[in-house]
């Protein structure tokens, strides 16, 4: 009987460092980047939404941010709607370049 033990572990060990390492592990890596973003966050900050929403951090309160999103107009979010601080390169490079028109 523990000779099928030691087979079955043999097969299922590699499988399951495969599996830890493709999938389990960047996840939690992810996870940590995201709750130390979200940790990090002052106001002030250029941020985008899960939704897509850019806008800057006018102020906090309890689990929410207060995001600016274009003048006169505010919008409370959980702040676990945000996803990404934007720099001036991240907005530099979303634009869509004047040459990139495609044909028709």
């Known amino acids: 009987m523990s000779g099928a033990l030691g087979q ?3 097969f299922f060990a590699p499988l399951f460092a ?7 592990r960047p996840q939690s890596q ?11 966050l002052k106001t002030g900050d250029r941020v985008v939404t ?3 929403i850019y806008g800057t951090i006018v102020g906090f ?10 003048n006169q ?3 409370d979010l959980a702040r676990s709607a945000i996803t990404g601080i934007v720099t001036e390169e ?7 370049e004047s040459g990139a028109k495609g044909k028709r």
Not at 18 to 24: A, G, R
Not at 90 to 96: A, F, I, L, R
């Open 73 to 75: 107009v505010k919008v």
């Open 30 to 40: 992810q996870r940590k980047k995201l709750r130390d973003l979200l940790a990090s």
């Open 18 to 24: 495969i599996w830890y390492f493709l999938v389990l």
């Open 50 to 52: 899960s939704g897509g």
């Open 90 to 96: 991240t907005g530099d490079s979303s634009k869509p």
């Open 8 to 10: 079955l572990l043999f």
């Open 61 to 70: 309160r309890d689990g929410t941010v207060q995001l600016q999103i274009a």
